[in-house]
């Protein structure tokens, strides 16, 4: 994907982020204790022993979270499930990932949770408090269709960083398609956000597997929201987006189906203004919003696979600016 260069000074970014990120500070207590000391100014200092708990929670939290991820790697390569060979028939034939590809983007098997929780506990040394408070996946009857039917672990990275896990089922049954562990907040961070700014803007898509599939395809800076539009809590998304660095937008939502089978453009036109209002309100002379629109009911992740990426990126290039699609 080619997107335009041009820098935009007029872009916000939280300042404190900023200097943390360019002096490689850990926490934005150094970075407060380093501007601090430039203007010779006191500061007062944290309880060591709570900020020594809480560093210690999050290290034993990262490494359950590494753990899992492990888990799932070999049952992924290991288990002979008819889970499992139902999962790799269905990223093979039905999304079209290769090995590499579910590699790249960490993809996992899932097999019955029960087995998850003695791994973990028994094998690993982790508390059931501890696999509780970072995944909960279980309902208030100790029940999760995680492990049922939602047998996809896919790790939920910003950044480079994983925040935790979302499982996502591979049938076509009643309920939510996706299901996140307790401790992600998929409201706070797009979805396979780049670690470093580039210039060439990001590309918004609903789902994080358009994500995965035009990652796949040689596509770069394309980052889910995990809804319809950007609105409510999900400004948060463009809050962290905008504090490192990003300076372009390009809003790429699906195009669904009327209760007749017909493109429902109303329902997109709508999704797309709820999206800019709230980029708008977060910075009202921010600019650089375009819109690629699909000619026909479809996603990403269907249409790279019907159309191809060449008439993909086509439609990418032909992203026409908020201003443009208001007045069309």
């Known amino acids: 994907m080619c997107f335009r ?189 780049p670690a470093y700014r580039d210039h060439k803007g990001i590309l918004v898509v609903e789902a994080e597997f358009d994500a995965i599939t035009a990652t796949h395809y040689g596509f770069s800076n394309l980052v889910a929201k995990g809804g319809a539009d950007i609105s409510g809590d999900r400004r948060h998304q463009v809050e962290d987006a905008f504090a490192r660095g990003e300076d372009r937008n390009y809003l790429c939502p699906d195009l669904d189906a009327d209760s007749d089978g017909n493109p429902d453009f109303e329902k997109r036109h709508a999704a797309i203004m709820r999206s800019i209002h709230t980029i708008k309100n977060l910075a009202q002379g921010f600019d650089n919003i375009y819109v690629v629109c699909f000619p026909k009911v479809t996603d990403p992740d269907s249409f790279l696979q019907q159309e191809g990426p060449d008439r993909f990126n086509s439609l990418v290039k032909g992203a026409v600016p908020y201003w443009n699609y208001l007045a069309a």
């Open 5 to 193: 260069e041009q820098d935009n000074w007029s872009a916000p970014e939280r300042v404190m982020y900023r200097i943390m990120r360019e002096n490689a500070f850990p926490s934005v207590y150094e970075a407060y204790q380093h501007v601090s000391g430039m203007l010779s100014l006191d500061m007062s200092r944290p309880d060591f022993r709570e900020v020594a708990e809480a560093v210690s929670k999050a290290q034993r939290r990262d490494s359950l979270l590494e753990t899992l991820i492990g888990y799932f790697i070999w049952n992924r390569g290991n288990s002979t499930s008819a889970k499992a060979s139902r999962m790799r028939s269905y990223l093979k034939d039905t999304r079209g990932l290769d090995v590499c590809g579910c590699r790249r983007f960490s993809l996992r098997f899932v097999p019955d949770w029960n087995s998850v929780v003695r791994c973990m506990t028994i094998n690993k040394g982790f508390t059931m408090k501890e696999l509780d408070e970072v995944c909960g996946v279980r309902n208030t009857e100790g029940y999760t269709t995680v492990g049922k039917t939602h047998v996809l672990a896919i790790p939920y990275r910003c950044a480079g960083e994983v925040k935790g896990f979302i499982f996502r089922r591979i049938d076509s049954g009643d309920g939510p398609k996706y299901l996140a562990i307790s401790g992600l907040d998929r409201k706070s961070v797009f979805f396979n956000m």
